[in-house]
């Protein structure tokens, strides 16, 4: 007896391990799997894994029946990691992650997944990248034509598509990357964040991620910063290029919106008013950062700019 048992029970860890490899597929709930690039502006930017972590524990909390996440710092070791995956969310530099896996990537998106590229993932750099990235996402940042300008966006006029539910009009400040080219007649686009620039960050010099003429002459005209692209195969994408800014996580809408796409490309419903979520603390986002907290700066000074973020408007005089 006493062997048998001692055969039995390395055999149910082997199993449960198997089963755990796949629990997307044995518990019906949709796998969604961050990939998070290597910090590299300092402390508040650029803070790939502190803000997938912040994402993804927001998805656990509002659709626990309907999903589960997994967040990797870097490329999996584990390519088992990705099996299965309903969606991959990457936020990195430059494109890195895409690079240096686009074979990988391939074969996941011929399987069916969607992908989400927040910020300077959406900046590849190379020919063959970007041209995959229309193919999944619908557009890319493409130097020489596109621009990386901080400035507030005003998002005035929101989509009808169900990536926008419960988005209310805002604006914030960010490194809005703009000006960015889509497949030819923005065909399976639909713009969901569009804002106008002001001229000054037009104005720039030629360069490339400064200025250029063709940015220069839309003077006044709105730019898509955040876009849903609906694929030939039925798969989903979705282009940000805020995310700059680590703080934003703490703007109701701007969190919303992201949290709504990351959904949408996993084929689930958005909720009729999006997909709810807390406001991130300071200590929240404090949390998982790459770079320590600098002396000058500290969590009341943090929640301060979530305060203001989440003010209610002013009433009409």
Not at 142 to 155: C, D, G, L, V, Y
Not at 159 to 169: D, E, L, N, Q, T
Not at 199 to 221: F, L
Request: net charge positive.
């Amino acid at each position: 007896m006493k062997l048998i048992r001692s055969l039995l029970v390395p055999l149910g860890v082997v199993l449960l391990l198997c089963f755990a490899g796949n629990a997307g597929a044995a518990d019906g709930k949709r796998k969604i799997v961050f990939l998070a690039g290597a910090g590299s502006h300092g402390f508040g930017s650029h803070a790939h894994n502190a803000g997938c972590q912040l994402l993804a524990k927001a998805l656990n909390e509002a659709m626990p029946d309907k999903l589960h996440t997994v967040v990797s710092r870097g490329w999996p070791s584990n390519a088992s990691l990705l099996d299965g995956a309903d969606t991959v969310v990457i936020y990195c530099d430059a494109g890195r992650l895409l690079n240096e896996h686009l074979a990988e990537l391939d074969a996941l998106m011929k399987k069916g997944a969607g992908l989400v590229c927040l910020h300077y993932t959406v900046d590849p750099g190379r020919k063959e990248t970007m041209e995959k990235m229309r193919d999944w996402i619908g557009g890319c940042y493409e130097q020489h034509w596109s621009i990386n300008p901080s400035w507030i966006a005003k998002f005035e006029k929101l989509s009808a598509h169900p990536v926008a539910r419960g988005v209310k009009p805002f604006r914030i400040h960010d490194e809005w990357y703009c000006h960015m080219r889509f497949r030819e007649n923005m065909e399976g686009v639909t713009p969901i964040l569009s804002a106008v620039p002001p001229d000054s960050v037009r104005k720039r010099p030629d360069g490339p991620h400064s200025g250029n003429p063709a940015v220069r002459a839309r003077m006044g005209m709105a730019e898509d910063v955040g876009w849903v692209y609906q694929r030939p195969d039925g798969a989903r994408g979705f282009g940000f290029t805020g995310g700059h800014v680590h703080w934003n996580w703490a703007h109701n809408d701007f969190r919303k919106v992201v949290l709504n796409a990351i959904v949408w490309t996993a084929r689930l419903e958005v909720p009729p008013n999006g997909v709810p979520s807390k406001q991130p603390t300071a200590a929240d986002l404090i949390a998982n950062q790459d770079s320590p907290m600098p002396g000058n700066w500290s969590a009341e000074l943090i929640q301060r700019f979530i305060d203001d973020f989440n003010k209610p408007p002013e009433p009409a005089k």
